[in-house]
């Protein structure tokens, strides 16, 4: 992930955007199932201006399932269907075109009634950097991966893909920028490595993902650290550094003297907390505070 985020570069990716969304039926806007709302851009609906919209929570496999759940019913709640998936595996990559043809039957029954063939329903993927637009997109176009060229009315340099003959698909996605101004949405997005983390001190965000986890799954950091006490109070540091350090010796991130590394450990909690190691994690919950 190589963009950093100007004023000028987010002018011209939402001029790219405006451009694609002229030829399009119905935007699949990828999400990243730990961090829903972190992972969303902050001016998305004035951006895709009411276009029919289903909503990926992607990389689920990492994501807690419940917690998941919980996101799919807020997003309904706002009358946007959402629809937890792997790109990676490809789990629950065949939903996503009978989602999109139900987003568009009102349009395909009223050319069928005026006795027009409908076309394939065309679709584009907008979404942050690294939430796996391009992973869904290759696991989308499989083997039936067909580039049909320049169509008529079709942007220079802009390919379909078509998904079965059904749906076409536009070769590059959206890219959309972050909501990066919040302290805790950068914290979540550098825990779960969608912007760089040199960024951020890995310390401090190794320390938010352990308060969280704390938080939200305890008997989890128990079982697989051997940490005994949890502390109560969340907004206890040192107890929290304890609890680093902790893992840190479970870890052997050891330096001379027998003091725990506490850069190393850091980094240990979060490789291992994107690797899925310590479980599926959601970092974001529809309550959390804003
Ligand atoms: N665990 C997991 N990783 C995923 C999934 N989808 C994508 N990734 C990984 O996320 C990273 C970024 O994906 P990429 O498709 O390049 O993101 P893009 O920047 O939006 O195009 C890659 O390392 C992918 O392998 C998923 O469903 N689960
Ligand atoms: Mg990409």
């Known amino acids: 992930m190589t963009i950093q985020w100007f004023p000028g570069h987010m002018t011209k990716a939402r001029r790219q955007i405006e451009e694609k969304l002229k030829l399009i039926d119905v935007v699949i806007e990828l999400l990243d199932a730990r961090i829903p709302l972190s992972s969303r851009n902050p001016m998305v609906d004035e951006i895709l201006k009411g276009k029919p919209r289903l909503v990926l929570l992607n990389k689920n496999d990492l994501a807690d399932p419940q917690v998941t759940a919980d996101w799919v019913k807020y997003f309904a709640d706002q009358g946007l269907p959402a629809l937890p998936i792997d790109a990676a595996t490809g789990t629950h990559v065949k ?8 987003l568009w039957a009102h349009k395909i029954e009223r050319q069928l009634s005026k006795g027009i063939n409908p076309r394939a329903v065309r679709a584009l993927i907008v979404g942050i ?6 992973t869904l997109i290759n696991q989308l176009a499989g083997k039936k991966i067909a580039a049909t ?3 008529p009315g079709v942007t220079k340099g ?10 076409d698909l536009l070769d590059t996605p959206g890219i959309l920028w972050p909501k990066f101004e919040d302290q805790m949405v950068g914290m979540r997005l550098a825990a779960t490595g969608a912007i ?17 986890m704390v938080q939200n799954y305890g008997a989890g950091i ?4 051997g940490v005994q006490d949890l502390p109560e109070d969340l907004d206890d540091i040192q107890e929290m550094v304890k609890v680093m350090e902790a893992i840190g010796r479970k ?9 725990v590394d506490l850069d190393k450990a850091s980094l240990i909690i979060i490789r291992e907390l994107r690797a899925g190691k310590m479980g599926r994690i959601s970092l974001e919950r529809p309550l959390d505070k804003r």
Do not use: C
Request: proline content about 4%.
């Open 95 to 102: 939903e996503i075109l009978p989602r999109v043809k139900q």
């Open 129 to 134: 950097p690294n939430v796996g637009k391009s």
């Open 149 to 151: 060229g320049d169509k």
């Open 158 to 167: 802009q390919q379909w893909i078509k998904v079965g003959t059904e749906m």
């Open 196 to 212: 760089k983390e040199e960024l951020l001190h890995l310390d401090e965000i190794a320390l938010f993902v352990v308060k969280y």
């Open 222 to 225: 128990q079982e697989r650290f």
């Open 251 to 259: 870890r052997g991130a050891i330096v001379s003297g027998g003091k």
